[in-house]
């Protein structure tokens, strides 16, 4: 842990990427997967010790559970569900499982957080606050516990009696190759304001409209429509010169390809400029000309 007694080792300690996060709480958000991962790796090579969980695929609260149960060698007696998850971080703070005293603290890193946020928002609040307060707990016996995960979401607090803040970001991205080859994932992402009727009809219209524009760059895939946070559909609306249509919201289209291409290239004769990576190294964002694809849709 600190030592505050030793000033010259505490200036130094107070530098560490741990500190940063330990000193305004246990449970933490990243936008995307690139600084969760960057966090796991900082955390890693302080001495923690990280469980990183994919929760991007769960379908239930049962799932979580169990990736849970997995993850951190849960007795087989545990009932999976929030008492007893509970229960079971008590004992991971206590070091009974799913930690070692020998490593410097105890990390949960979850990825695709948003998909439990979707199923069930009670749920993936309470989880939160399970941790926050057995992490608490921890604290007592020298061990920091912090809990990472993946999401969009803003209004994840409060847990354990503390708002979710964004979780620090000591590093940039890798720039995408350009051009991208057959090894990269390239996701695309188009913002349209729908309705969720209209958004069932926008990707029916938009699938010929892709496997046309698509077809000499390689494999593609619609990756599915969600609703853009509230931080980003306020932005978005700031420089509107209008609102939005009636009934519609602000949504999120993602297209996965993998294949070869630039980083600029158009699509009905519109560009779509690159905007960044959000990813891990080999998967990148770029954002496609709403506009151009509206009219090829005729949406």
């Known amino acids: ?114 998909t439990l946020v979707q199923i069930d928002r009670r749920t993936a609040r309470l989880v939160l606050d399970c941790f926050a307060r057995q992490a608490r707990l921890a604290g007592l016996y020298a061990h920091p516990m912090l809990c990472l995960v993946e999401s969009s979401g803003t209004d994840l607090g409060p847990v354990g009696g503390l708002d979710v803040y964004r979780g620090s970001v000591w590093d940039v991205a890798p720039d995408p190759p350009d051009p991208f080859g057959d090894t990269d994932i390239v996701e695309f992402m188009i913002q349209i304001y729908l309705s969720d009727a209209g958004a069932v009809e926008y990707v029916a219209a938009l699938r010929p409209v892709l496997a046309d524009f698509l077809a000499d760059v390689g494999r593609w895939q619609i990756l599915g429509v969600s609703s853009a946070s509230e931080s980003t559909a306020q932005a978005r609306a700031q420089f509107r010169g209008e609102p939005p249509p009636a009934g519609t919201r602000l949504m999120e289209v993602f297209i996965g390809v993998r294949g070869a291409g630039t980083s600029r290239f158009s699509v009905m004769g519109s560009s779509m400029p690159f905007i960044g990576p959000t990813c891990d190294s080999s998967r990148w964002r770029r954002r496609c000309s709403v506009e151009a694809v509206r009219r090829a849709t005729r949406l």
């Open 1 to 114: 842990m600190f030592d505050p007694t030793n000033r010259e080792l505490f200036v130094d300690q107070r530098q560490q990427f741990d500190w940063s996060l330990l000193q305004n709480g246990q449970v933490f958000r990243y936008d995307n997967g690139f600084e969760l991962d960057s966090a796991c790796v900082r955390l890693g090579d302080l001495g923690y010790l990280v469980h990183r969980i994919d929760g991007s695929r769960w379908t239930s609260a049962d799932d979580m559970h169990a990736a849970f149960a997995a993850a951190m060698s849960f007795p087989s007696y545990y009932g999976r569900n929030l008492d007893a998850l509970s229960d079971v971080l008590s004992d991971v703070a206590a070091y009974s499982y799913g930690s070692d005293p020998v490593t410097t603290g105890t990390v949960l890193a979850i990825a695709g957080y948003d």
